[in-house]
């Protein structure tokens, strides 16, 4: 069975630093695009970047590039979302998705990760 | 970015009325068009892909169509477990983009 489990609600504080993980389980790790997408409180979705974890090509929605890292340990079946600086507006739910193919769609779903920041 | 427009925003309608939502994307995407129901409080869930495959383990009551620029989601006869909120998303480019949703309510 393909899952994506993903790790505990977080909580910090402007200005620190924090990184998200994705386990995969069930399916072959590094030949499957892992995607990022946020949901703010109480609004739709928004791809953040994509990584293959086979190789580490990733890429970034502009609007994110720079604010975040995404990365992958093929190693263990892991991929991540970091920031080095939080701001208050990165509140959100953080979804990785697995996705089938390069124009394929987000075939299964992490249960998402509620980041909050918060002085 | 390819901007996905889906309408309508909101939707009400009764178990067992005919639903249809409509996206528009602002190029064209041929068929790379998938769409995902999200519930609340839980991860979106993939419905349909390629304009028209429906996802394995999902009812045959939900179909798609659609290719170029304009795409429909059908549900045949709304269930209970179908309010939810539903979204488009166009997978034909690098820069993938959602639409903004479409919220169906009792």
């Known amino acids: 069975e393909v899952q994506l489990v993903q790790s505990g609600a977080e909580v910090r504080k402007p200005g620190e630093s924090l990184k998200i993980s994705c386990k995969g389980s069930?399916?072959?790790?590094?030949?499957?695009?892992i995607g990022w997408v946020r949901q703010m409180p109480g609004k739709g979705l928004e791809w953040m970047g994509i990584i293959y974890p086979g190789d580490s090509d990733t890429r970034y929605r502009p609007s994110f590039q720079g604010q975040v890292t995404i990365s992958a340990d093929k190693s263990t079946n892991t991929a991540f979302l970091q920031w080095n600086s939080l701001k208050s507006s990165d509140t959100a739910i953080y979804y990785c998705?697995?996705?089938?193919?390069?124009?394929?769609?987000?075939?299964?779903w992490g249960q998402g990760i509620l980041v909050t920041v918060s002085s | 970015d390819i901007q996905m427009t889906q309408s309508p925003s909101s939707l009400s309608a009764s178990v067992g009325d005919r639903v249809t939502i409509t996206c528009r994307a602002s190029q064209s995407i041929y068929i790379h068009l998938n769409w995902y129901q999200q519930k609340p409080g839980k991860a979106p869930n993939l419905l349909i892909y390629?304009?028209?495959s429906l996802q394995s383990g999902v009812p045959s009551r939900f179909s798609g169509s659609g290719s170029g620029t304009e795409f429909t989601l059908t549900i045949s006869s709304l269930q209970p477990e179908d309010f939810a909120t539903y979204y488009c998303?166009?997978?034909?480019?690098?820069?993938?983009?959602f639409g903004q949703g479409t919220r169906l309510d009792i």
């Open positions: 069930g399916y072959n790790f590094p030949n499957y695009w």
């Open positions: 998303q166009q997978s034909y480019s690098t820069l993938i983009t």
């Open positions: 390629a304009a028209s």
């Open positions: 998705a697995r996705r089938s193919g390069l124009t394929g769609p987000f075939d299964y």
